[in-house]
């Protein structure tokens, strides 16, 4: 399995905006997906969007709109553009590789804490 490292989080007032990026330690985009998922304290993790292995993308409902979800092959890495970011969007980001199974299989890296407040 690859390894994957977050980083890019922190603290961001609202409206503001943060990049993501998930570096694997090894080629990822030929698997199934690769994705950013995130957890709040209380709450269970989430999808936040998707990438397939076909350049199909989707995303959480709360998140359409304002995050993009990208990757450079060349340099194995996954990226996430989250833009007017909301006081709900506080929570850690994980960077996840699905190897056909979904959830909660796969790889995952160890988390990115975002913070969303004035």
């Known amino acids: 399995q690859v390894q994957l490292v977050e980083s890019g989080g922190g603290l961001v007032q609202p409206g503001g905006s943060l990049r993501l990026s998930c570096a694997a330690s090894g080629s990822i985009f030929s698997f199934t997906a690769t994705g950013w998922y995130r957890q709040a304290p209380g709450k269970q993790r989430e999808l936040v969007a998707r990438?397939?292995?076909?350049?199909?993308?989707n995303y959480g409902d709360s998140v359409k709109g304002r995050f993009t979800i990208s990757r450079d092959n060349a340099k194995n890495t996954l990226y996430l553009q989250m833009n007017s970011l909301k006081p709900e969007d506080t929570a850690v980001y994980y960077c996840?590789?699905?190897?056909?199974?979904?959830?909660?299989?796969?790889?995952w890296g160890q988390g990115t804490q975002v913070n969303v407040s004035s």
């Open positions: 996840h590789v699905d190897y056909g199974l979904g959830p909660p299989f796969g790889s």
């Open positions: 990438i397939t292995r076909g350049g199909m993308t």
